[in-house]
């Protein structure tokens, strides 16, 4: 697509606008998505117009904008996510039925860790998770399996960008590099209140068809769950299957 006058293409501003609407902000007003985004105010009035047309955002209340039902139709026909989650769905649900807690399916995307899919039951503790929401990768036990079983050169390339991983003054963190290690060693990860107090986040990895990570299973549950040591065996039975539910041939 044609380059504007700053020099970005109109589909780069496309991709800003729908990439403007996150969790804690699911609807605005086109003031407040033209400076999200970046984008003129009058070229965002004009794309937002397009866009509505298509389905990819919808308006709603006094000048509120959203995004289109039509954007999770197309994203849901044909993706890696999709297939993971249909994979994941039937061993998610047996480990949501024994912590009636909340279990959850994410994968490593831009140096963050991408929640796809999440079960909860009522009257659980809380969550900061959230389906198609993102995380940091070195406050959670999800994004922490996934690095330690990711290549070192995905390690290091993520701790090169992230100096405050290593630096940062929880106790776990201090040595980052040998506490991957420990990870990998034992199969599973598990922090408690380090994003949520009062809770305890616990992941293993679910291995892709070259034998590294391509998904992280976890579960967050009240600190000093009763059933804790079940936990992680349930966690790393339900991964193995949700490898072989794709495809994938493991020793």
């Known amino acids: ?3 504007s006058p700053s020099g970005d293409s109109m589909l780069d501003r496309l991709v800003r606008i729908l990439s403007a609407f996150e969790p804690d ?3 605005m007003n086109v003031a407040t998505l033209s400076r999200r985004a970046d984008v003129p105010l009058a070229t965002t009035y004009r794309l937002v117009d397009e866009l509505s047309r298509h389905g990819l955002l919808t308006k709603e209340g006094p000048g509120e904008i959203r995004l289109g039902l039509r954007l999770w139709e197309l994203a849901n026909r044909s993706s890696p996510a999709v297939d993971l989650r249909q994979a ?4 998610m649900e047996d480990i949501q039925s024994v912590v009636r807690q909340h279990t959850q399916l994410a994968v ?3 140096d963050e860790v991408l929640v796809i899919e ?8 809380v969550n900061q998770a959230q389906i198609a929401g993102r995380m940091p990768v070195h406050r959670t036990s999800m994004g922490m399996v996934l690095l330690a079983n990711s290549p070192n050169h995905v390690q290091e390339s993520y701790l090169s ?27 599973y990860a598990a922090f408690d209140g380090r994003i949520d107090v009062d809770t305890t986040g616990v992941a293993v990895p679910v291995a892709g068809p070259a034998g590294w990570p ?8 009240p600190l000093g769950f009763e059933n804790f040591n079940a936990v992680v065996p349930a966690l790393m039975t339900a991964a193995r299957g949700i490898s072989r539910a794709m495809g994938v041939a493991l020793p």
């Open 1 to 3: 697509m044609a380059n």
């Open 25 to 27: 902000k699911p609807a």
């Open 88 to 91: 994941a769905m039937p061993f």
């Open 108 to 110: 490593l995307r831009d």
């Open 118 to 125: 999440r079960l909860s039951s009522r009257g659980s503790v």
């Open 161 to 187: 960008r992230h100096p405050e991983a290593v630096t940062s003054a929880d106790a776990v963190s201090f040595d980052l590099r040998r506490h991957l290690a420990d990870i990998r060693k034992r199969g």
């Open 214 to 221: 391509v998904a992280a299973l976890g579960v967050v549950v």
